[in-house]
């Protein structure tokens, strides 16, 4: 099924130990995104890729980087994992123009102890 | 910042109870969506109005928005226990369209 896929779906990681989370969408979309999700605080943008190669920061991008590796997938990294940054990661993909309707992915639950 | 802020946090109803949500956003805006999360999985879009409607129907879901408060309603009509989900609204930014703000969302629970 067409779609947006993440891995992996849990991971936990030690305080400083890195990971890089990965995202495809077979949709041809142009945008990808990168949110965290965090209890009471709803879905917060990390980092956004418009089209392939460029990549903006968003809302909350410290402690993290992005690759737009090509069209299809968009990685986030995590070089030195602190445990504020335990959260649900979604990504999610989007036509250029808008009204910018997302497709998610089904979300990645990181833990870090 | 949040663009959207919801209300309220939490409701619960019975089946067959119509569920109203409120979203308020805090500048102009060029469209406003409204997204379904099921527990643990991933949001899903519902449904999008734009600045220049009012209100927008789609099967049991009735949006509207006032542009003037800066404020949409989503109406669940007749609910079902499987609509139980977090409801969130999204809304682009005027002028800066690369991007949505997402609220806080809404956890609609509907008992049978």
């Known amino acids: 099924n067409a779609g947006v896929t993440q891995t992996p779906k849990f991971q936990v990681l030690k305080t400083g130990q890195s990971m890089t989370l990965q995202c495809a969408q077979d949709m041809n979309h142009n945008s990808m995104y990168w949110y965290r999700q965090d209890p009471g605080m709803g879905l917060r943008l990390i980092y956004y890729s418009a089209s392939e190669g460029t990549t903006d920061k968003g809302e909350v991008p410290n402690g993290y980087n992005v690759s737009r590796l090509n069209k299809r997938e968009f990685s986030l990294r995590l070089e030195s994992a602190a445990p504020s940054q335990t959260s649900v990661y979604f990504c999610?993909?989007?036509?250029?123009?808008?009204?910018?309707?997302?497709?998610f992915g089904s979300g990645t639950r990181l833990t870090v102890v | 910042s949040q663009q959207g802020e919801e209300d309220p946090q939490a409701l619960s109803i019975q089946e067959g109870e119509n569920a109203t949500m409120n979203c308020s956003y805090k500048t102009s805006i060029n469209n406003l969506q409204w997204y379904r999360q099921n527990s643990g999985r991933g949001l899903v879009h519902l449904i999008l109005i734009r600045s220049n409607e009012r209100e927008k129907h789609s099967g049991r879901l009735r949006v509207t928005l006032d542009t003037s408060k800066k404020s949409s309603s989503l109406l669940i009509t007749a609910s079902r226990a499987a609509d139980t989900a977090s409801y969130f609204c999204a809304t682009d930014v005027q002028y800066n369209t690369d991007k949505l703000i997402f609220g806080t969302g809404t956890r609609l629970q509907v008992f049978p």
């Open positions: 999610a993909s989007s036509a250029r123009q808008g009204p910018f309707v997302h497709t």
